[in-house]
């Protein structure tokens, strides 16, 4: 300090000190264990405690899922021939297909896989990204994917208008393919491209016409190539297994969201029929528990409907997984909502923004993004919940596991498919929680 | 949108752009505004002074419409305001707002905070309205942060982004409310710089603030509120040179002594 200030009357030219680079605090791998594990008599008693507790624990299990299991057996009394101490996974394995298919038939559950992999087709441009419209793709995906996927999945005689928005999807998802790989290749949209040919006759529209002149020729060429194709009927009774539950939970999952913010803005109306009819739905699902709503569903949602019209379990059952997490998910947006300061309406109304431009401009965005944690919480929830459909007599995954068990073959085997499907639901949940982890790392680079 | 500007404008010849007549304003039982009545003509700049909980920001917020008040009338440009849904409109067509805590959208970056308003309410294309947000950046002095968040900026430039965000939307009418009172003394002093860029080029402005040196430059009149009335309304050093009312002279020692 001192050298630097003027010694005369005059003042001295302040400049700052140089940045030094941070002290390296960390003291190796030998340093951080002491720190961490040992510092004392405590920690230490701690440390040692807990890891024979662990080790106490996790021995058997190791020893009884992998080093006693079998692998191979025909049935329940040659496992227990060869190692009646170690876990029968011979059995999941022989049921493995029905685990994940339920009683789709095995000749067609190439069909399953199909309709499953397209559904991760349209996820995945949403995840690079150089691609821009992402909005355009996620909201065609909820309306075109469902119908493009039923198709594949029911197969048998469906209606033309059915067949031409499956070939739509198709069609669609090409485009989308082929835009996102003409943008990697630094190159324009493949509906930009024959805009030139249509400038003349339509001058600015060009553009819009021209993305709908190949979404519609795309229609017509993939609905001619694929007219002889004839797809084996499978009523949605023989679905099951994973795949069911995958359905379910998708539905639900993608649903909760728009029925969710819309209950909850709902609930915030000044109108007050809109607020009370959203009061009354929230409270009502919120207060019963979820087994009564698919009861209710399968029971009393046909006395709605005219004699007529043929429902389908499946469809109920939908319907009702999506306005239970619908009245759910209301809750945690108006929590979200709540977080948004008074300013940011003030903000938005003195530019003018009407209310609908100032909630999916200024304040859903920020909210939604509060609330990311607690909506994959609710999803996460949501996908286990599924497993109650089996229930009311749809063959899911965990009604799939549980027949091991009454199988004649596997008879009374229960440990093992439990294992099994826990840890399955572990990938897909922890997957779940990853993704989300790192969407809200992603979105909070730039706050 | 031409037309929907011209509107105003072929009024405004006859009609002062701000005419507030007996505004009487409550919160429950407590009596905000007690029958305020003022006329600003276009392109004059007024300056609202006086102590906290004395209802100038009120005041202002309900000109924006932005607080609902009980009696009273409210005409921006000779177009009344208490006629339901046009209020949003005539509003957006001649008002822009400024706040103390500035506001801005902290999920969108600078650019797209101003083009906002232009692209959703006016159908500006995209690109024009990039262009027309730059320039007003550039005038304002932050262009170089353009791709920044609100969030990564200083309190200083963010109520800089705040004023380029209302001037992309054409107003003729600014209403500030304590636009430097969150600021520290060398950020109050760049926004002021641009604050008395805009007066000075023809804005109708009514700003609340206790920054005299603005008030000094560039105010045509100065408005003393207390307890929810006018106490005195002047030129500049009508009002804090010579006050009529013992309240005025107490108040303007406080806030001079304190900036001293």
Not at chain 1, 139 to 162: D, K, Q
Not at chain 1, 400 to 409: E, L, Y
Not at chain 2, 126 to 145: F, N, P
Request: aromatic letters at 10%; glycine letters at 8%; hydrophobic letters at 45%.
């Amino acid at each position: 300090m001192d050298n630097r200030a003027a010694q005369n009357t005059e003042l001295g030219k302040f400049i700052p000190r140089p940045s030094r680079p941070p002290v390296v605090t960390s003291q190796g791998l030998v340093g951080w264990l002491r720190k961490s594990f040992f510092n004392g008599f405590l920690n230490t008693m701690l440390t040692v405690t807990v890891f024979t507790l662990l080790y106490l624990l996790i021995r058997p299990f190791i020893d009884w899922a992998l080093v006693n299991a079998v692998w191979s057996a025909s049935d329940r009394r040659q496992c227990l021939a060869i190692n009646s101490d170690g876990a029968c996974w011979a059995a999941v394995i022989h049921w493995f297909n029905n685990l994940i298919y339920g009683r789709y038939p095995n000749e067609l559950q190439w069909r399953v896989n199909l309709g499953l992999s397209f559904g991760l087709l349209w996820i995945l441009p949403l995840n690079l990204k150089k691609v821009t419209s992402k909005l355009q793709i996620g909201a065609t995906g909820v309306i075109l994917y469902p119908i493009l996927a039923s198709y594949i999945f029911l197969g048998g005689e469906r209606s033309n208008i059915h067949y031409l928005l499956a070939c739509t999807g198709l069609a669609y998802l090409l485009i989308v393919y082929i835009d996102t790989l003409l943008l990697y290749l630094g190159s324009k949209k493949s509906s930009q491209v024959i805009e030139p040919l249509l400038e003349p006759f339509l001058g600015k529209k060009a553009d819009q016409v021209g993305f709908f002149l190949l979404l519609g020729g795309l229609v017509v060429l993939i609905a001619i190539v694929l007219q002889g194709l004839e797809l084996e009927h499978v009523p949605t009774g023989s679905w099951g297994g994973l795949f069911i539950t995958l359905i379910i939970s998708g539905f639900s999952i993608v649903m909760a969201l728009p029925i969710g913010i819309f209950l909850a803005l709902g609930r915030r109306s000044t109108m007050p029929v809109l607020k009370w009819f959203s009061i009354a739905t929230i409270e009502l699902v919120r207060s019963v528990p979820m087994i009564t709503v698919l009861f209710m569903s399968v029971t009393m949602m046909p006395l709605f409907f005219p004699n007529t019209m043929d429902l389908n379990k499946l469809a109920q059952v939908i319907i009702a997984v999506c306005i239970f997490s619908g009245a759910y998910m209301a809750e945690t947006v108006r929590g979200g909502l709540q977080t948004i300061s008074r300013g940011q309406f003030d903000a938005a109304k003195s530019i003018g923004l009407g209310y609908w431009h100032t909630m999916f401009l200024i304040i859903l965005p920020q909210a939604l993004r509060t609330m990311i944690p607690n909506i994959v919480t609710s999803f996460i929830s949501l996908f286990k919940d599924t497993t109650l459909v089996s229930i009311i007599g749809l063959f899911d995954i965990m009604l799939m596991a549980r027949n091991i068990s009454i199988d004649k073959k596997w008879f009374g085997l229960h440990s093992e498919p439990l294992v099994a499907i826990s840890f399955l639901f572990f990938i897909f949940c922890y997957g779940m929680s990853q993704y989300s982890q790192n969407l809200e790392k992603k979105l909070n680079k730039n706050r | 949108m031409m037309t929907d500007m011209d509107k105003p404008e072929n009024k405004s010849t006859q009609s002062p752009a701000i005419e507030v007549t007996g505004l009487n304003k409550w919160f429950d039982d407590f009596h905000v505004l007690k029958d305020i009545s003022i006329t600003v003509e276009e392109k004059e700049i007024i300056v609202i002074c006086g102590p906290s909980g004395s209802g100038k920001s009120t005041f202002i917020r309900c000109i924006n419409h932005l607080e609902k008040y009980q009696e009273g009338k409210i005409s921006i440009f000779g177009q009344s305001l208490e006629n339901g849904k046009s209020a949003a409109n005539i509003i957006r067509n001649n008002v822009g707002m400024l706040f103390q805590n500035f506001n801005l959208f902290p999920h969108l970056n600078i650019l797209k905070n101003c083009t906002l308003g232009p692209i959703w309410l006016r159908n500006m294309p995209e690109l024009e309205a990039v262009d027309q947000s730059m320039a007003l950046l550039e005038k304002v002095g932050i262009a170089h942060l353009a791709d920044k968040f609100p969030g990564q900026i200083s309190g200083g430039q963010q109520q800089r982004v705040a004023i380029a965000r209302s001037l992309a939307m054409n107003p003729k009418i600014m209403l500030l409310d304590e636009p430097t009172s969150a600021l520290d003394p060398e950020m109050i002093m760049e926004v002021m710089e641009v604050m008395i860029d805009l007066a000075k080029s023809g804005m109708t402005m009514m700003c609340v603030t206790h920054e005299m040196q603005f008030a000094q430059e560039v105010a045509d009149r100065v408005i003393f509120m207390s307890e929810g009335e006018i106490v005195e309304m002047g030129s500049p050093d009508q009002v804090l040179k010579n006050p009529k009312w013992d309240r005025t002279s107490q108040f303007l020692e406080h806030i001079l002594s304190h900036k001293t």
